[in-house]
């Protein structure tokens, strides 16, 4: 019998060490450790800039004595290894960390695959957990990960109250909010009880001369709209501090939009006002 046959197999059986297997074969994506690898050595040092664009714009501090271009972050988004929709995940999850910079290189990472309108994007708003676009952006990557059925950890979005039901609107909104908004002349103040929505304006620092402004609406029904309460009073009515006086006026209804972001954080805005305003309870 020809003495072939072995070498052949040890020669078949090398080759076959060499040849990737599974999705790396067929040219898939890498395993997400690649991802997590990538991040944990910007965690502890960002790349250096590669040329004038990544060296030049607009800065931001990530931690106390680190910081960085927008551009440079930009760009070390555009270079991490992700190839397909099941490396999308872990982005989100880089894109809760603690440091400001690291959430930016995910979101840059994250916003052009899932289909979120870039025209949108503000900084440093897109990176603030408390601001409601990048809770906006994150609602839109669970959106995109539910229609695509990629696999997720369901903790992975753990908090961020993506997903409003009706009956649960007065468990998260009832009580007494006030605006977050340091240094503005005036500051809003939103009471929500079982039947009525009341919303107060107040002078800061307080004028005698200008009382404070009170507008109060029953509740007539609330709706999900785009993962907000929508609210429609029953009637338009204006007061002042002592309350209503006067009859209800059936035209012009008020309709509120709000959007928990936390516990005691929400942000709310009035009719069809591009502007949201940010609350505290």
């Known amino acids: 019998m020809p003495r072939t046959f072995p070498t052949c197999l040890a020669v078949f059986t090398s080759y076959a060490l060499l040849v990737p297997s599974g999705a790396a074969r067929a040219g898939g994506p890498p395993p997400p450790s690649a991802i997590d690898a990538t991040f944990e050595r910007y965690v502890q040092q960002l790349p250096a800039p590669v040329d004038l664009s990544d060296s030049n714009g607009i800065s931001t501090e990530c931690k106390p004595g680190q910081y960085a271009t927008y551009n440079l972050l930009a760009s070390a988004g555009a270079k991490l290894p992700v190839h397909g929709d099941a490396d999308l995940p872990v982005l989100v999850k880089w894109a809760r960390h603690s440091d400001l910079?690291?959430?930016?290189?995910?979101?840059?990472?994250?916003?052009?695959?899932?289909?979120?309108?870039?025209?949108?994007?503000?900084?440093?708003?897109?990176?603030?957990?408390?601001?409601?676009?990048?809770?906006?952006?994150?609602?839109?990557?669970?959106?995109?990960?539910?229609?695509?059925?990629?696999?997720?950890?369901?903790?992975?979005?753990?908090?961020?109250?993506?997903?409003?039901?009706?009956?649960?609107?007065?468990?998260?909104?009832?009580?007494?909010?006030?605006?977050?908004?340091?240094?503005?002349?005036?500051?809003?103040?939103?009471?929500?009880?079982?039947?009525?929505?009341?919303?107060?304006?107040?002078?800061?620092?307080?004028?005698?001369?200008?009382?404070?402004?009170?507008?109060?609406?029953?509740?007539?029904d609330i709706a999900i709209d785009d993962g907000q309460y929508v609210v429609t009073g029953r009637w338009s009515a204006e007061s002042n501090a002592a309350g209503y006086r006067g009859d209800k006026q059936v035209p012009g209804q008020f309709v509120f939009r709000f959007w928990a972001i936390g516990e005691h954080l929400m942000w709310a805005k009035t009719g069809n006002s591009p502007y949201w305003n940010k609350f505290r309870r």
């Open 101 to 220: 910079c690291i959430r930016q290189i995910a979101l840059e990472a994250l916003v052009p695959k899932i289909g979120f309108d870039r025209n949108k994007l503000v900084v440093p708003s897109m990176h603030d957990p408390e601001h409601y676009l990048f809770h906006d952006i994150l609602a839109t990557a669970k959106a995109y990960f539910d229609a695509k059925h990629v696999a997720y950890d369901p903790r992975l979005f753990d908090g961020l109250m993506i997903s409003p039901h009706v009956g649960e609107f007065h468990a998260r909104f009832d009580g007494t909010w006030i605006e977050d908004a340091p240094g503005k002349g005036f500051q809003e103040v939103v009471e929500i009880t079982n039947d009525q929505v009341r919303v107060t304006t107040k002078d800061v620092p307080a004028d005698p001369s200008w009382p404070d402004d009170t507008q109060t609406t029953e509740i007539k």
